[in-house]
């Protein structure tokens, strides 16, 4: 079973610090680009195994078509509607996804049912789709509806438990505690903290070839002190 207790507990001033820290060396990053809650939704389910700009190739084969509409998704043909999400791989396995999200969409009242739904109501009933995880989710909570609820996702992990605020196995839901329980509920803090983590994962705390020496959180990193000792 994973370990989702944080593997230290001085977290309380250590998580805002690191946000500050990350702020002022990267800027805002201007998360979610999207213009709807629906189309946080749609790429939510096409981003899983894919890089961005290809799902935005997706997306904009949807707008090209005027499909991006819970409707239109499921009146397309399904052959035509994954040749559509080919860009973001896997475009079978998303098109029944994506029908899938559509059709709970719906049922649950659209975006107006979906805004008047309680937070952790709407969560678990959009849970129940095959196909969306934790992380798609809160997506879709977070940057679709505006909801204090921070999303978790492979940067976050690999970033903090190198740091040594959580163990390597932490779960979502433990690793998510850890900014609830450090943060206020600000749904602008919770977004742009999760875009610097991205940036950081990306640019600098890779898998296999960290860029340590110019990460911004070098000072704070267990594992990028052990690194310079090792060189040392």
């Given at each position: ?46 981003t ?54 559509c059709e ?28 969306l ?8 909570l ?58 950081i ?32």
């Open positions: 079973m994973a370990d989702t207790r944080p593997a230290i507990t001085d977290t309380a001033t250590a998580v805002p610090r690191l946000y500050d820290r990350l702020l002022a060396a990267l800027g805002p990053q201007s998360w979610w680009p999207a213009e709807s809650a629906f189309e946080v939704l749609v790429g939510a389910v096409l899983q195994n894919a890089a961005w700009r290809n799902v935005e190739q997706a997306v904009d084969r949807l707008q090209a078509r005027d499909w991006m509409t819970p409707e239109a998704i499921l009146a397309a043909p399904r052959e035509a509607l994954a040749e559509c999400l080919r860009p973001s791989g896997y475009y079978n396995v998303k098109s029944q996804r994506l029908r899938a999200a709970t969409w719906l049922a649950l009242g659209g975006e107006a049912g979906l805004i008047d739904m309680e937070t952790a109501a709407m969560r678990s009933a959009l849970l129940e789709v095959k196909g995880g934790p992380e798609s989710v809160d997506d879709v977070l940057y679709g509806f505006g909801r204090p609820v921070f999303v978790v996702d492979a940067y976050t992990r690999r970033i903090f438990s190198r740091i040594g605020l959580v163990s390597p196995r932490v779960g979502y839901d433990g690793l998510q505690a850890l900014f609830h329980d450090a943060l206020a509920p600000d749904v602008g803090q919770f977004n742009e903290f999760h875009a610097l983590i991205v940036t994962g990306k640019s600098y705390c890779r898998p296999r070839t960290p860029r340590c020496e110019a990460c911004p959180l070098r000072g704070d990193c267990a594992h990028g002190l052990a690194r310079r000792n090792q060189r040392s």
